[in-house]
């Protein structure tokens, strides 16, 4: 069937390489350029970035703070959930789920639930997948909606914990910023008899604080928000297969299902969605599903 091929040349397209996630290097480099040229503007010296002492305090302070708050496995994750910001999210678009779901919600009317196990080898998401195995399997439709349900909350879990040590990160970032700051002033205090070289000291102070502040609010406050964000557009893909699932389970027409699905693709999407459906969907003579 159309909705099938297209599902399956979906999924060939996104494992098939690494897809940049824009945003996130615009925002990295915005970031930065924001940075140097605001410093330059206000006539800042650049070679004061050039700071082991202020780098080490932060970045490894950060590090620091979170395995105090973390446990190692939680934080042996911080690389991967960094890559994941760098990576774009490899989800089928919800107008081609709600064409695949109706396709086999009207070869499951015609034929039986048991015609769409050979489906099942081009279906490349594993929750997808699991569903309609429990399905055809012919397990209660309770049954199937509480462990997919579940999946999906423990999934949800997974991603809070991911954004928290983001987050944490953020709020201790500018506080060790502070902290180098006094440290870098500690150390000025013992210039007071050299005038030019006090100043180079108290500049060379604040610079922790300039680190600690943008790294905390430019990117780790931002990057957990991000994971937050592509959690939820994750939960809804599953939400909307969840309640495809349980629809072809319980035989509904596939115009019921279309309409329930539907609502889970935005309204400027909606329109172009249905009408690709509609001619495909009409009334079919439901059949025994065992």
Same mark, same amino acid.
């Given at each position: ?49 050039? !700071?082991?002492?202020? %780098? ?6 950060? #590090? ?23 990576? &774009? ?25 048991? #015609? ?8 490349? $998401? ?10 055809? $399997?012919?397990?209660? /439709? ?16 997974? +991603?809070? !914990? ?30 007071? !008899?050299?005038?030019? &070289?006090?100043? +180079?000291?108290? #500049?060379?102070? %604040? ?13 780790? +406050?931002?990057?957990?928000? &991000?994971?937050?964000?592509? *959690? ?17 389970? *319980?035989?509904? !027409? /596939?115009?019921?299902?279309? #309409? ?14 249905? &009408?690709?459906?509609? /001619?495909?969907?009409?009334?079919? /003579? *439901?059949?025994?599903?065992?």
């Amino acid at each position: 069937m159309f909705a099938s091929a297209l599902y399956l040349s979906f999924c060939c397209q996104e494992l098939g390489g690494y897809v940049l996630e824009i945003s996130t290097v615009a925002g990295l480099v915005l970031g930065v350029v924001a940075i140097v040229v605001g410093m330059f503007l206000k006539g800042a010296s650049l070679a004061a970035l050039i !700071n082991p002492a202020a %780098f080490l305090i932060i970045f490894a302070g950060t #590090a620091a703070s979170l395995l105090n708050a973390f446990s190692m496995v939680q934080v042996k994750k911080f690389p991967i959930l960094l890559k994941k910001l760098f990576q &774009k999210q490899a989800l089928m678009a919800k107008s081609e789920l709600l064409l695949l779901l109706v396709d086999m919600s009207q070869r499951a009317r015609r034929e039986g639930l048991l #015609a769409l196990e050979p489906l099942l080898e081009e279906i490349k $998401d594993p929750f997808l997948k699991s569903g309609l195995t429990m399905t055809i $399997d012919g397990l209660d /439709p309770e049954l199937v909606a509480d462990v997919l349900a579940l999946d999906v909350h423990l999934m949800e879990e997974r +991603h809070r !914990n991911g954004a928290l040590l983001f987050s944490q990160a953020g709020m201790y970032a500018p506080t060790l910023g502070v902290l180098g700051a006094v440290i870098g002033l500690i150390a000025a205090l013992g210039n007071l !008899n050299d005038i030019e &070289k006090l100043g +180079h000291s108290i #500049a060379a102070a %604040f610079v922790a604080t300039l680190l600690g502040i943008f790294t905390g609010y430019v990117l780790w +406050h931002p990057f957990a928000n &991000k994971l937050k964000m592509m *959690s939820k557009e994750e939960v809804e893909i599953k939400k909307m297969m969840l309640e495809g699932i349980l629809s072809i389970q *319980s035989g509904e !027409n /596939p115009a019921t299902v279309e #309409a329930k699905l539907r609502v889970f693709i935005p309204a400027s999407e909606r329109d172009i969605a249905v &009408k690709e459906v509609a /001619p495909g969907v009409q009334e079919e /003579p *439901s059949v025994g599903t065992s």
